[in-house]
């Protein structure tokens, strides 16, 4: 059947649109990495891991990207938006995690040691304003693969609250208002938690533009009892 359908639609780089592959190797090696920086004051940080001065009980612990948000990484994460390229997200995945073992390898190690207990993935849900109606969380999909390939728990555990006014005419403080009353919690996080296996998440979205829904999903997982919440994205 993927032969047939490799006749009919064949794997195209998304970079060089070379044929064969959904991501070259030429193209791959092109991903330009990021600086590791602190996810509440975006200056550089060890690690990626906020600032001593920077931590806020409910804050993010840490930020890790695998690369900026420019070709060919940016035409990855677009694809993977509009066309639902399965096998592109586990290329993604892949290179992920290959990266983050080389370039940031401490957190990798320490959820190594603790043999993923008390580690869980959680992506973030589909962003409403950006109006994908299509139900395709691509997030999701790169947080599950994360989690098979980790041997971590998947919990989708927020949920986007439909009743959330769109984000666009509001301003400031309204709009972070509106944020923090977009998501809401699923029982499946509180029932992890009253196992005993919610303390740390790694928290998944495809971007992080300024970081607010990524620090809005953190503030809600950390009232909801998480411990430490790394955020992890392809692209900044
Ligand atoms: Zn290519
Ligand atoms: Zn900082």
């Given at each position: 059947m993927s032969f047939i359908l490799d006749i009919l639609f064949p794997k195209k780089?998304?970079?060089?649109?070379?044929e064969g592959s959904y991501f070259c190797q030429n193209c791959v090696s092109n991903?330009?990495?990021?600086?590791?920086?602190?996810?509440?004051c975006e200056k550089l940080a060890v690690g990626g891991q906020t600032h001593p001065i920077c931590r806020r009980k409910f804050g993010l612990d840490g930020l890790w990207s695998l690369g900026i948000y420019?070709?060919?990484?940016k035409s990855?994460?677009?694809?993977?938006?509009?066309?639902?390229?399965?096998?592109?997200?586990?290329?993604?995945?892949?290179?992920?995690?290959?990266y983050w073992a080389k370039y940031q390898p401490f957190l990798l190690e320490k959820i190594?040691?603790?043999r993923g207990e008390g580690w869980v993935v959680i992506?973030?849900?589909?962003?409403?304003?950006?109006?994908?109606?299509?139900?395709?969380?691509?997030?999701g999909e790169i947080a599950k693969l994360l989690s098979e390939k980790l041997g971590l728990d998947y919990l989708d555990a927020l949920k986007r609250n439909r009743y959330t006014r769109s984000q666009v005419k509001l301003k400031g403080r309204d709009r972070q208002q509106n944020i923090r009353n977009a998501f809401e919690m699923d029982s499946s996080l509180r029932g992890a938690e009253r196992r005993g296996n919610l303390i740390n998440v790694l928290l998944v979205d495809d971007v992080w533009t300024t970081g607010s829904t990524l620090r809005e999903c953190c503030y809600i997982l950390k009232r909801a009892g998480a411990k430490k919440i790394?955020?992890?994205t392809l692209a900044r």
């Open positions: 780089c998304v970079g060089c649109k070379k991903i330009l990495q990021t600086d590791l920086v602190c996810p509440r420019d070709n060919p990484l990855a994460v677009q694809t993977l938006k509009y066309k639902r390229v399965k096998d592109l997200a586990e290329v993604l995945a892949d290179i992920t995690i290959e190594k040691r603790s992506p973030v849900p589909l962003h409403w304003w950006r109006d994908n109606d299509r139900g395709f969380n691509q997030s790394w955020a992890i």
